[in-house]
């Protein structure tokens, strides 16, 4: 269920992504098939992810509530969940932190 | 030189110089990439909104994005001039401007953190600047909306069969959504589904007996209207997942395949001799009476400059871009690209003649279809047939513009939530409910004509505004802002005196009483309400013309203190490693 998002490195983080000063080539097949996708799929795919991400914040809200102050669970079932949180919490403080604009939410 | 093909040949030159030749040597001497310097993607990836993405996928998504319906009817405000300005303006604009704008707003965000417009106003104009901007966008939002309800209705009403065909798309659309989310199900086996049941509803547009016609006389437009702000209510409210990513993600498939059956249309003319019927210069007062300057250049707004795309630049594609030198066939590429879809949408229109097109009466602002019918009926025709063609040019002509709208009216609600705070006015079906009733008023006065000016006003200023900050960051990096800022300057002097211009006409009409309403259609028999949207008209107008002032103002001052060094230079975000 908890959404860990993961860290590409070079190369890595979807199709033909390159990283940074990687090669620059790609055949007509990947390059036919990234368009495509492009066209069709990418935003749904973002979109689905960020209503995922939405839930994720709503998750570790009521789980790890105790964080910010807000006893929202009783801290034994907090304490339970809390090695399978822990791993999340980086990547949940710096997506909640991060600053946002409605200009963000176009798409 | 008596078809479309050679036009198109030649623009297709003039955006490969675009391209490899000015687009090349502005990204030496502009801009500068570096493929090893690490991008927002890589720096702040969430996994969520930050993650490299191939530049082929992230040059579809930003195609699909900046694509819709702009491109595809502007040509026809446009071609009150004759075909030739039109395709000037659509291949200088872009060729000096339009790119340039899109790559810029790609570069500068990614050179900013992978902000988007909103923070990035706020840094260099202050939250006045911030303010001024989201009260822009509010209005330029309605004006959005009005035109593209009135033209999903317009098009409904007169392509009988259209309703039906889009009623089983949509409804395709929602069962894809069903069977990818809940049952999960294999996103080939949705697509191939989707796909018959696509031509199943083409096919039953075609059916005489489901051609169903609205019954209410002169209140079919209103009707229409209503019922496509139901769909776009529920597009509003819905999860994403349930109505609208399915829909688009559906509705890819015919709406690429008509923009390459088009061009394959035009560049096979010298082939199928389907030759030129429209006049190349109607003369600087065209034949609505409006100058060609500025009103050509906010007739063509998509095509040529957008403003909208400086928004979607700016708040996904540079989050996710995988390296700096990506953002030049990203922005670039698909803004070129768009070109191509202007262009051949002003082919459908070059083809079909005066008389042609005052003869479609009503039907006269859907000549794209009836224009891609000449163009692909050569080859088309003996496969689908001449109802098949039209069923599926106006589908698709629809789908462009719901789709996006579907968007914008979310959007609306979004932007609504951050000006109303906690008023009731924030509450979604509230909030939804004024972005579609405000609009829907608009669209019945069927004064779309000038309301689209209107959009084409507001949306090129947004593009101008978008140059200006390009041109402030280049300023405080010193750079050479010449190349961004002379552009911007054109931009913004031109479409303020559009907007000047459209408040003008509005203002004659309103102040000479109900008989010389714009307002056509059914509300004009009411002489006090069709003189009363007149007058709104005009506040809307002159609410445009003042933000927009006020907001190229503030970014006059912010380039001049950048000059000054006033402005500090960009830095890492607090907490980067």
């Not at chain 2, 502007?74 to 200088?92: C, D, K, R």
């Not at chain 2, 303020?496 to 102040?511: E, G, K, N, P, T």
């Amino acid at each position: 269920m908890i959404f860990r998002p993961k860290k590409p490195e070079a190369g890595e983080g979807s199709p033909e992504a390159r990283g940074p000063g990687g090669a620059t080539r790609a055949g007509f097949g990947t390059m036919l098939k990234g368009v495509l996708y492009g066209m069709a799929s990418h935003g749904n795919v973002t979109a689905a992810l960020r209503t995922r991400m939405h839930l994720e914040h709503l998750f570790m809200f009521i789980t790890l509530g105790d964080m910010l102050g807000i006893p929202v669970l009783p801290p034994y079932y907090s304490l339970r969940i809390l090695p399978y949180a822990v791993p999340n919490v980086e990547s949940w403080k710096q997506r909640v932190f991060r600053e946002r604009d409605f200009t963000d939410a176009i798409y | 030189m008596t078809t479309p093909f050679w036009f198109v040949v030649l623009a297709l030159v003039a955006y490969a110089v675009a391209y490899w030749g000015y687009g090349k040597w502005f990204d030496r001497n502009i801009w500068k990439p570096d493929p090893n310097r690490t991008t927002p993607a890589h720096m702040y990836t969430d996994g969520v909104e930050y993650f490299p993405v191939s530049r082929y996928v992230l040059w579809g998504y930003q195609f699909k994005r900046v694509a819709a319906l702009g491109p595809v009817l502007g040509p026809f405000i446009a071609i009150q001039f004759g075909w030739a300005p039109a395709l000037v303006w659509l291949i200088l604009g872009n060729f000096f401007i339009g790119w340039v704008q899109d790559y810029s707003s790609i570069m500068v965000s990614v050179r900013n953190q992978g902000r988007s417009f909103g923070p990035i106003t706020y840094e260099f104009t202050g939250n006045a600047g911030r303010n001024t901007l989201l009260g822009f966008i509010l209005f330029y939002l309605l004006i959005i909306s009005a035109t593209f309800i009135f033209l999903v209705a317009n098009f409904l009403n007169v392509f009988p069969g259209s309703f039906i065909a889009t009623a089983g798309i949509l409804g395709t659309g929602i069962l894809a959504g069903q069977l990818i989310y809940k049952r999960r199900a294999s996103i080939v086996t949705v697509t191939v589904l989707s796909l018959v049941l696509m031509i199943v509803s083409f096919a039953l547009g075609t059916i005489p007996a489901l051609q169903w016609k609205a019954p209410f006389g002169a209140w079919n437009l209103a009707f229409w209207a209503a019922l496509t702000c139901v769909f776009l209510w529920l597009a509003s409210v819905l999860p994403l997942p349930t109505l609208i990513q399915p829909v688009n993600y559906i509705s890819f498939f015919p709406t690429f395949a008509a923009i390459v059956l088009i061009l394959i249309g035009a560049l096979i003319t010298p082939a199928t001799g389907v030759a030129l019927a429209q006049p190349a210069w109607l003369g600087f007062w065209g034949t609505a009476g409006n100058p060609l300057w500025p009103i050509l250049f906010v007739a063509i707004a998509c095509g040529a400059i957008s403003g909208w795309h400086s928004l979607v630049g700016s708040s996904t594609t540079s989050k996710q871009l995988d390296v700096e030198t990506d953002a030049h066939p990203v922005g670039a590429g698909a803004m070129l690209s768009e070109g191509l879809l202007g262009l051949a949408s002003l082919a459908c229109y070059m083809v079909l003649s005066i008389e042609r097109i005052r003869e479609l009466g009503n039907a006269s602002v859907a000549s794209w279809v009836f224009g891609a019918k000449v163009l692909t009926g050569p080859y088309l025709g003996p496969i689908i047939g001449e109802a098949g063609m039209t069923i599926y040019f106006s589908v698709v002509l629809i789908i462009f513009a719901i789709t996006v709208q579907a968007l914008v009216t979310r959007f609306w609600r979004l932007v609504s939530a951050e000006v109303f705070g906690e008023s009731i006015l924030a509450q979604k079906h509230v909030s939804t409910f004024i972005g579609l009733a405000i609009p829907w008023l608009f669209a019945v006065s069927g004064a779309w004509n000038n309301l689209w000016l209107y959009f084409g006003g507001s949306n090129q200023l947004l593009a101008g505004l978008a140059l200006m900050l390009i041109t402030i960051h280049l300023a405080r990096v010193r750079e050479m802002t010449q190349y961004t800022l002379y552009p911007a300057t054109f931009m913004i002097v031109t479409t303020l005196a559009a907007l000047l211009w459209q408040i003008r006409v509005f203002y004659r009409a309103a102040s000479a009483g109900p008989e010389k309403t714009l307002v056509v259609g059914v509300l004009k028999q009411y002489g006090a309400i069709a003189n009363a949207l007149d007058w709104v008209f005009v506040f809307v107008g002159v609410a445009l013309f003042v933000l927009g002032l006020i907001m190229a103002a503030r970014t006059y001052m912010a380039y001049s203190q950048a000059m000054r060094g006033q402005i500090p230079q960009p830095q890492p975000a607090a907490g980067d490693d």
